[in-house]
């Protein structure tokens, strides 16, 4: 199975900021759209950023302003930089290709926005 490696998760204060990296295999990387996706206890796994081969970047309406995803093609690794964090930010956060493939989710890294 194609490995995702999530990293960058902890517990933080909501106001706080992480960053979250993610690095694939290159096979993977380079030519697709990559997602952070998450999922929060008793809810669906939700996107929350995705950003293109090229750099073009959506996000969940909710974190808007406050996350931002980026890539660095030549590491074969994509961030997400989070600021302003909230308690409903709470969860574990994966990345994959976007749209999702099965195959490549990981164990995701766990994030927890509490005081």
């Known amino acids: 199975q194609v490995q995702l490696v999530e990293s960058g998760g902890g517990l933080v204060q909501p106001g706080g900021s992480l960053r979250l990296s993610c690095a694939a295999s290159?096979?993977?990387?380079?030519?697709?759209?990559m997602g952070w996706y998450r999922q929060a206890p008793g809810k669906a796994r939700e996107l929350v950023a995705r950003i293109s081969s090229i750099g073009i970047t959506n996000y969940l309406e909710s974190v808007k302003g406050r996350f931002t995803i980026s890539r660095d093609n030549a590491k074969n690794t994509v961030y997400l930089q989070m600021n302003s964090l909230k308690p409903e930010d709470t969860a574990v956060y994966y990345c994959n290709v976007f749209p999702g493939r099965n195959a490549y989710w990981g164990q995701g890294t766990q994030v927890t926005v509490s005081s």
């Open positions: 290159g096979s993977i990387f380079r030519f697709n759209t």
